[in-house]
T-cell receptor, first 116, second 120 residues
């Protein structure tokens, strides 16, 4: 069975600085998807970034980028130029690419605080 | 329209009440999900509908009853709930890609804002 581990329950970053959130996972599959979701205090879960395992290039979305290390089963999220609006709970998630698979495996989350 | 909507935003119900949660999306997504989320925890999957058919039931108690009347709408009927059922209930949807041979693949999920349920 697949597992996702986020070892940092809470992180803090100064506004305008860079922070990296860690995520490791365990799977025996070779093809899968990885995601970072953000859930601000207002509750709505928002997709931040996604990575296909077959792609070697790291995904980027504006100030958000990932460091995907397939062999190490690591998928960290880097937030550059942190803003107050980045304060949220961040969940790492895994999904198999097997046809007919609908289940997402979530990590336990990292609460990010942004200090003014 | 690129969003998932959920009603009501908040719901307080007694243990003998019957109520329903509603979820709607008009993005043409054919996979829809119900999750339960406790404070500071990740979402826990409850049900998945694919093409209006129940695909996954994660051993959820029968006091929760899902329904998918059409491809845009997902309901969760609640009856005789317990105080420990108090939580944020999230709905999500995913686009599906049909593959040759009839199978399908889903990728990312889009979440609604949730319904905060309190059982008294």
């Amino acid at each position: 069975a697949q597992t996702v581990t986020q070892s940092q329950p809470e992180m803090s970053v100064q506004e305008a600085e860079t922070v990296t959130l860690s995520c490791t996972y365990d799977t025996s599959e070779s093809d899968y998807y990885l995601f970072w979701y953000k859930q601000p205090p207002s509750r709505q879960m928002i997709l931040v970034i996604r990575q296909e395992a077959y792609k070697q290039q790291n995904a980027t979305e504006n100030r958000f980028s990932v460091n995907f290390q397939k062999a190490a089963k690591s998928f960290s999220l880097k937030i550059s130029d942190s803003q107050l609006g980045d304060a949220a709970m961040y969940f790492c998630a895994y999904r198999s690419s097997t046809s007919g698979t609908y289940k997402y495996i979530f990590g336990t989350g990292t609460r990010l605080k942004v200090l003014a | 329209d690129t969003e998932v909507t959920q009603t009501p935003k908040h719901l307080v119900m007694g243990m003998t009440n019957k109520k329903s949660l509603k979820c709607e999306q008009h993005m043409g997504h054919r996979a829809m999900y119900w999750y339960k989320q406790k404070a500071k925890k990740p979402p826990e999957l409850m049900f998945v509908y694919s093409y209006e058919k129940l695909s996954i039931n994660e051993s959820v108690p029968s006091r929760f009853s899902p329904e998918c009347p059409n491809s845009s709408l997902l309901n969760l009927h609640l009856h005789a709930l317990q105080p420990e059922d108090s939580a944020l209930y999230l709905c999500a949807s995913s686009p599906t890609l049909r593959l040759a041979g009839g199978s399908s693949v889903v990728v990312e999920q889009y979440f609604g804002p949730g319904t905060r349920l309190t059982v008294t």
